[in-house]
């Protein structure tokens, strides 16, 4: 076991205490570009846009390339940030050649890349998949019955609750929450594979490394930001003069961070509901039982057996029988409790209900913006419709 820094995550929770705040100490610097991303927004960095909202990367207008590499699986990153690294790799070997910088370095002698885009929709599908049998797991065990969607919903819905107390259902939940890599926007590079919770591997190799100060200018001079918590990883940052260089070469329109935002990520709430009602009908189907047999008291002395056929449908009849307003109400709810907000019973229920007035007027992509934009930033909340009309057009400007 070291002696100042942790290992392995397993020690005592004083031990633990007591050394991380050691490991605070050294990973400082004076250079700005080393930051911690766990502390405040910084952790959404590239998950969500100007107003909060998730989002994940497309391919539109600048490409998600591949990085030169050894390794089997393909390490991607957005072909300007692949061009910067490109860069900072050559920097290094120029440095090296020349007897300036340590040869010797573990990390910090060749940058190699070994983790970088990762694709949140793979990541998440993996979820997904289990929730149906999760689902299956619950109705066994507690013996719950039902007859149709509606009766399944209410019988489910109290195990849902519970669960989101600590996880996360929906897919804009899930970009947002920590179980989501930072690597999911397409802007990091991680150069060596560390453990976490092994800071003493990263005291070692990069704090105490001889070419510690050099990576940390020559990243900045690039347009690179450090990862203070895990210094083997590092961010493109899109407000540096070299990115914003670097992104106007492969498209020219593509000139500053926010048109880089607005035009290469997607807001993930646009197209999930489809989705989500995928899913919800799918935990239905594979659930059902073909009859519900249950046992009824006729008098004092004598009972009846009922025999009850558990209804079934198909993903259209299911979408025309349960009614796009209750599936889009149902996932405003589940969204709600995702979310860390201190919106009133009286509020969600006011704004759930305007959101599906909005959807009937304005279509449902406009009112799932309107219902994001003021769920992920509390707003002072009046409830009405022309309060939310009013707001959705502040937020434009």
Same mark, same amino acid.
């Given at each position: 076991?070291n ?12 031990a ?9 100490l ?8 080393? =930051?911690d ?6 952790r959404?960095?590239?998950?969500v ?9 497309? !391919?539109?207008?600048?490409? +998600? #390339?591949n ?31 020349r007897?300036e910088? &340590? &040869? !010797?370095?573990?990390?910090l ?8 885009y ?11 998949t ?10 066994d ?8 969607? %509606?009766?399944?919903?209410? #019988? =489910?819905?109290?195990? +849902? ?17 920590t ?9 990091v ?11 003493k591997?990263?005291?070692?190799e990069?704090?105490? &490394? ?34 914003i ?19 290469? *990520?997607?807001?993930?709430?646009d ?8 899913l ?13 047999v &249950?046992t009824?008291n ?6 009846? %057996?009922? #025999? ?10 299911f ?11 149902? *996932?405003?709810?589940?969204?709600f409790?995702e ?6 019973v009286?509020?969600?229920s ?10 009937? +007027? ?5 009112a799932?913006?309107m ?6 930033k ?20």
């Open positions: 076991m002696r100042f820094f942790i290992e392995n995550g397993k020690e005592g929770a004083k633990t205490f007591k050394k991380k705040q050691m490991y605070k050294v990973s400082q610097s004076k250079l700005n570009n080393l =930051i991303f766990n502390y405040g927004e910084k959404l960095y590239g998950r846009d100007r107003y909060y909202q998730p989002i994940i990367p497309n !391919d539109r207008y600048l490409q +998600i #390339v990085l030169p590499t050894s390794t089997i699986e393909p390490i991607r990153v957005f072909n300007f940030v692949a061009d910067a690294f490109a860069d900072l790799q050559n920097k290094f070997k120029i440095k090296v050649a007897r910088i &340590s &040869s !010797d370095e573990k990390y002698t060749d940058l190699v890349p070994t983790l970088a990762q694709d949140p929709k793979q990541i998440f599908e993996k979820r997904t289990s929730f149906s049998i999760a689902v299956g797991k619950v109705i065990k507690n013996n719950l019955y039902f007859t149709n969607f %509606t009766e399944f919903i209410n #019988v =489910i819905m109290p195990y +849902i609750k519970s669960f989101l107390k600590t996880n996360v259902l929906t897919f804009p939940a899930f970009v947002k929450s179980d989501c890599p930072m690597s999911a926007n397409g802007l590079i991680e150069i060596a594979k560390i453990n976490p919770n092994d800071d591997t990263k005291y070692e990069f704090y105490s &490394s001889k070419n510690w100060e050099f990576f940390l200018n020559a990243c900045n001079t690039y347009g690179f930001m450090v990862d203070c918590n895990m210094p083997n990883r590092i961010i493109a940052d899109i407000n540096s003069p070299n990115m260089e670097k992104m106007t070469r492969h498209n020219q329109n593509i000139n500053s961070a926010d048109m880089f935002i607005a035009n290469c *990520y997607d807001s993930v709430s197209s999930y509901l489809e989705n989500f009602k995928h919800l009908y799918r935990a239905y189907f594979d659930n059902k039982r073909r009859t519900m &249950s009824v006729t008098s004092y002395d004598s009972t009846r %057996t009922i #025999v009850r056929k558990v209804k079934s449908y198909n993903y259209a009849e979408l025309a029988e349960i009614g796009e307003k209750v599936l889009l109400d149902l *996932y405003l709810q589940i969204r409790m979310e860390e907000s201190e919106f009133t009286y509020e969600k006011t704004l759930i209900r305007e959101t599906i007035k909005l959807m009937e +007027i304005n279509g449902i992509t406009s799932l913006r219902f994001e934009k003021i769920l992920n509390t707003f002072d909340y009046s409830g009405s419709l022309s309060y939310l009309e009013r707001r959705q057009n502040e937020l434009r400007k």
